[in-house]
């Protein structure tokens, strides 16, 4: 895996040294590992790994800068798309939060043995965002999350400071969900800042990027709890 990783990770552009291609495989042989007792993730092969995983999750440095940033990943899960992209870019200052312990006892073993350097959150999004150690105190919030757009703003923009961004990694049809999350984006204090058609090299994987920006605060009552958030979306 680790000079799969290096070689699959140059064609998109992330160059990485022999230190993080070894974090990766690391990484990825703790996933297939822990998979085996929890359900962390359906792509065990090596290689889709990487590509799928890997890969997918580290787009975005190629549209941001992230060098320096202070990054929470929200609804991690396993970890993507915030290990992969602190691996590539050591600097990034990461949160990770899930609602699931067995998750996040799973990422504090991962940066254990990877020698990464996280803070490590057990939390529901919507009750975290009201939290004013929390709130508005990041750079950068991203997911990989498969909720609709407009969810993913109101559980994610409370978080970001003004002039920071929220990174939504999409399947191909985003434009259809921007265009529905219009009024969710206005009402939350973002604004479309672009959006990025991916294709993934040597597969016909497609997905879109969509970065936001914090344009203003967040109205205090953002974010609402979850069954106000699914019942009535904004």
């Not at 000079?3 to 974090?23: P, S, T």
């Not at 069954?227 to 979306?233: A, D, L």
Request: proline residues 5%; hydrophobic residues 35%; charged residues 30%.
């Amino acid at each position: 895996m680790k000079e799969f990783v290096k070689e699959y990770l140059g064609k998109i552009n992330i160059e990485i040294d022999d230190k993080q291609a070894q974090q990766f495989e690391k990484y990825g042989n703790m996933l297939r590992e822990w998979n085996t007792v929890m359900n962390l993730t359906g792509i065990t092969d090596k290689r889709e790994i990487v590509i799928k995983h890997f890969a997918d999750s580290v787009v975005p440095l190629n549209l941001y800068d992230f060098k320096g940033k202070s990054v929470i990943d929200i609804g991690t899960g396993a970890g993507f798309p915030g290990i992969p992209i602190k691996i590539a870019e050591p600097s990034t200052e990461l949160t990770l939060m899930d609602s699931l312990l067995k998750r996040i006892n799973f990422l504090k073993a991962v940066g254990e043995e990877t020698d990464i350097r996280a803070e490590y959150i057990h939390g529901r999004a919507e009750e975290l965002g009201q939290d004013r150690n929390y709130r508005e105190k990041y750079d950068i919030a991203i997911s990989r999350a498969v909720a609709p757009l407009n969810v993913l703003a109101e559980y994610s923009l409370p978080y970001i400071k003004e002039g920071g961004v929220f990174i939504a990694l999409k399947g191909p049809g985003a434009y259809d969900e921007i265009e529905r999350s219009r009024n969710a984006l206005y009402t939350l204090g973002g604004s479309i800042s672009e959006l990025k058609l991916v294709n993934l090299p040597d597969t016909d994987l497609k997905h879109s990027v969509i970065i936001i920006e914090k344009i203003k605060p967040t109205p205090d009552n953002y974010p609402r709890r979850t069954k106000k958030i699914e019942r009535e979306p904004l």
